[in-house]
């Protein structure tokens, strides 16, 4: 199934796999909070358990380097795409209080992206994800 939407995730490339895993996590769920019309319905199972909605869509993860994130979250920026970011900074935090002072801190021009993610209309996403490759 095709979507005309796209759920991304961009991480850098350099980074430890539990970084990227924790980051992967935290980012999305910027998107879920934020924009509800990406989450399915609930789960049932053929014992009548019931579990946890999810996305509706796939949601597809990129890599690249520092300067590639950079440049994609300066595109996602001027086009207008609501994004939510991890900063290096926010490895050395421990919760979301933290976490927002530590994002506050710092201009646009100096925050040290470690990822991003976003939903958005999948014309407008490849432009944000131009040059930027799928997480292998």
Avoid: C
Wanted: proline share 3%; no cysteine; hydrophobic share 45%.
């Amino acid at each position: 199934m095709r979507f005309d939407t796209k759920i991304a995730v961009v991480i850098r490339d350099d980074l430890p796999v539990w970084q990227k895993l924790n980051m992967t996590a935290f980012l999305v769920s910027g998107v879920a909070a934020r924009q509800p019309d990406t989450i399915g319905e609930t789960y049932v199972d053929g014992s009548e358990n019931i579990y946890l909605p999810m996305f509706r869509q796939p949601v597809m993860v990129f890599a690249g380097s520092a300067e590639a994130i950079r440049g994609a979250y300066d595109r996602a920026m001027d086009l207008g795409v609501k994004l939510s970011i991890f900063t290096e900074d926010l490895f050395r935090t421990g919760n979301d209080l933290d976490n927002r002072a530590a994002v506050r801190a710092v201009r646009r021009d100096g925050l040290r992206l470690a990822g991003m993610a976003f939903h958005a209309d999948r014309k407008l996403a490849d432009k944000v994800l131009k040059g930027l490759s799928l997480h292998s």
